[in-house]
């Protein structure tokens, strides 16, 4: 992280709207402490499984979807977590475990100290890039 990162809320990096790798690489890389850790590896996580994933960072979250037609999932720092978004999560078997005010949207809090379930992350991105995407 450079000295000149700005943060937000929660730690949460303020990295400029941008379309492509570089620009979800650099949000990761001002992800501070251990949320950079589950940052990397959420990415990594969605690539492996989703190889052609579109990458973007709107409104200082990375997003992971399709160019053109939409996202499938987002991540954003929190206070005391990494905040997952699954944006057709009501569809995913099972539900990811936290609800939304918006009917569709779940969500998955990473912790630092409760490691991230890879399994069950890796099956939930295999649903999510199969459903209808969110047009954001």
């Known amino acids: 992280m450079t000295q000149t990162t700005k943060r937000l809320s929660g730690g949460n990096p303020r990295i400029a709207?941008?379309?492509?790798?570089?620009?979800?690489?650099?949000?990761?890389?001002?992800?501070?402490?251990?949320?950079?850790?589950?940052?990397?590896?959420?990415?990594r996580l969605i690539c492996a499984e989703v190889p052609e994933v579109h990458k973007a960072v709107k409104w200082n979250t990375p997003?992971?979807?399709?160019?053109?037609d939409g996202w499938f999932t987002a991540f954003h720092c929190m206070t005391r977590y990494v905040k997952?978004?699954?944006?057709?999560?009501?569809?995913?078997d099972p539900l990811p475990p936290?609800?939304?005010?918006?009917?569709?949207?779940?969500?998955?809090?990473?912790?630092?100290?409760?490691?991230?379930d890879e399994?069950?992350?890796?099956?939930?991105?295999?649903?999510?890039?199969?459903?209808p995407l969110a047009k954001l």
């Open 17 to 43: 709207k941008g379309e492509g790798a570089a620009v979800v690489e650099a949000y990761l890389a001002a992800m501070p402490g251990w949320k950079q850790d589950v940052g990397r590896q959420l990415d």
């Open 119 to 131: 399994a069950r992350f890796r099956d939930w991105i295999r649903q999510a890039r199969a459903l």
């Open 63 to 68: 997003f992971y979807g399709f160019a053109g």
């Open 98 to 116: 936290v609800g939304s005010k918006q009917p569709d949207v779940r969500y998955l809090h990473v912790f630092e100290a409760e490691p991230l």
């Open 84 to 92: 997952v978004t699954f944006f057709q999560g009501a569809a995913l």
